[in-house]
């Protein structure tokens, strides 16, 4: 009888790796798919609910009193540690309501990095045809 009745990936629980191609280009992201409690930051304390909701950009600054290029960073640093931070070219940055909006906001980042890389790979082909 075998007593070991861990799963195979039992040394790193609740980690997910996923590979997206794009022209190319390869993209690892991992995701942390274990349920802790997350503290709210400061840029999502200040979002509400809905695409209707949203808040600009300039508005944040002006909230927080930082530059544009400082209030990015923090969205960005926590959408990374797990914040829902949606936005759209609009209205500005919210929560998401519905999973909707949530696939929305996915497709649209996939569609931006799919052409950062069509320039990228187009950019290095031109640059390699001047050598």
Do not use: W
Not at 13 to 41: I, N, S, V, W, Y
Not at 68 to 87: N, S
């Amino acid at each position: 009888m075998d007593k070991n009745k861990n799963r195979p990936s039992a040394a790193t629980p609740g980690r997910l790796m996923e590979k997206a191609t794009f022209d190319g280009a390869d993209c690892f992201q991992k995701h942390d798919t274990t349920r802790k409690k997350r503290k709210q930051g400061m840029i999502e304390s200040l979002l509400s609910h809905g695409a209707e909701n949203a808040v600009p950009l300039t508005h944040l600054c002006k909230i927080t009193g930082l530059p544009a290029r400082q209030v990015r960073r923090m969205i960005q640093a926590e959408r990374l540690q797990g914040a829902p931070i949606l936005a759209d070219n609009q209205n500005g940055y919210f929560l998401p309501k519905s999973s909707e909006e949530i696939d929305e906001f996915v497709k649209s980042m996939f569609h931006r990095a799919y052409e950062i890389s069509r320039v990228a790979n187009a950019v290095r082909l031109r640059g390699r045809l001047l050598e």
